[in-house]
């Protein structure tokens, strides 16, 4: 997990239908980590409602999956409509989650 | 996932059986590196797209079988960062 700073938001109409209804926004890091690629911002999905400039952790990877999963597994279990194409567990094509919104930070000096 | 733009097309008349059919385009990203990104959208030269990497992404986007693991998962309409147009900002870099 990754701390850092929402500098933005952003909108897509053509996408794919696993991002249908997820609020995107942009974090840039704010401590060095080491990525699989050279990296400015993370694009991070958000379900906790994080606005700019607000301090988040970003969790990285399949975690960040699953962690969308279950109300997901809700929703197709509930007789409501599953998204187009839902296919099971981890359907989300996404690998960046806002995990939790800061409230405090003691031990380093956030800008 | 990240922020890149579209650069262009990239075609191989010899490649992997993997790749057969897909449409691959090189992407800038936001902080000024290159990647090559399978398309299944119908991006265009000069677009903002997500682009989401790892073979879960892959296998739930564009199928098993293809030989990338970075996928252009949605076209940007708009954003902003830092106040400001989405553009300036993913250029600016670190």
Partial sequence: MILGRVVGELWATRRHAGLDGQKLLIVKPHCWYCPPFDVAHLIAIDRLGAGVGEDVIVCLGEPARRSIDDEAEQTAAGGAAAAPGYQGAAFYPVEAAVMAIVDNVDGIELP | ?94
């Fill in chain 2, 1 to 94: 996932m990240r922020l890149a733009r579209v650069i262009g097309p990239v075609w191989g008349a010899r490649h992997a059986a993997g790749l057969d059919g897909r449409k691959v385009l090189e992407l800038e990203t936001a902080s000024g590196g290159r990647v090559a990104a399978v398309d299944a959208l119908g991006a265009g030269p000069g677009e903002w797209v997500l682009v989401a990497h790892g073979s879960r992404v892959r296998d739930l986007t564009v199928g098993a079988e293809v030989a990338d693991k970075d996928i252009v998962i949605a076209i940007v309409d708009d954003g902003q960062a830092d106040g400001g147009p989405l553009g300036q900002t993913a250029r600016g870099g670190r």
